[in-house]
């Protein structure tokens, strides 16, 4: 049984920061998972953030968030983080981790691809 538990959304001044977690528990070891994080904001499609791969290599981005937003995990605690900085009201969603076991160097953006899905947190960024 996979559980992700996203945690740090809520409201922010545009032009600030807010840092986004994600525990991981389940009976696999957590770094042989990617990890992306995704967004839906309320009547639009989810789409892809960021994902960082479990063999390693350079984070993956949306062009939106490029530049303000760094994706990052810590193995040891089982956890990956989104930060997000320079935010803008576009950025305003439920932002979701999810996780897939040993894969994601190519389908690392699409949200289908992903079996194990967090909660979602909303951030909230006002103008």
């Known amino acids: 049984q996979v559980q992700l538990v996203e945690s740090g959304g809520g409201l922010v001044q545009a032009g600030g920061s807010l840092g986004l977690s994600c525990a991981y528990s389940?009976?696999?070891?957590?770094?042989?998972?990617?990890m992306g994080w995704f967004r839906q904001a309320s009547g639009n499609e989810r789409e892809f953030v960021a994902a960082i791969i479990w063999s390693g290599g350079t984070p993956y981005y949306a062009d939106s968030v490029k530049g303000r937003f760094t994706v990052s995990r810590d193995n040891a605690k089982n956890t990956v983080y989104l930060q997000m900085n320079s935010l803008k009201p576009e950025d305003t969603s439920v932002y979701y981790c999810?996780?897939?076991?040993?894969?994601?160097?190519?389908?690392?953006?699409?949200?289908?691809?992903?079996?194990?899905w967090g909660q979602g947190t909303q951030v909230t960024v006002s103008s």
């Open positions: 999810a996780g897939k076991f040993m894969s994601g160097s190519i389908d690392y953006h699409v949200g289908e691809t992903y079996p194990y």
């Open positions: 389940g009976h696999r070891i957590f770094n042989m998972y990617t």
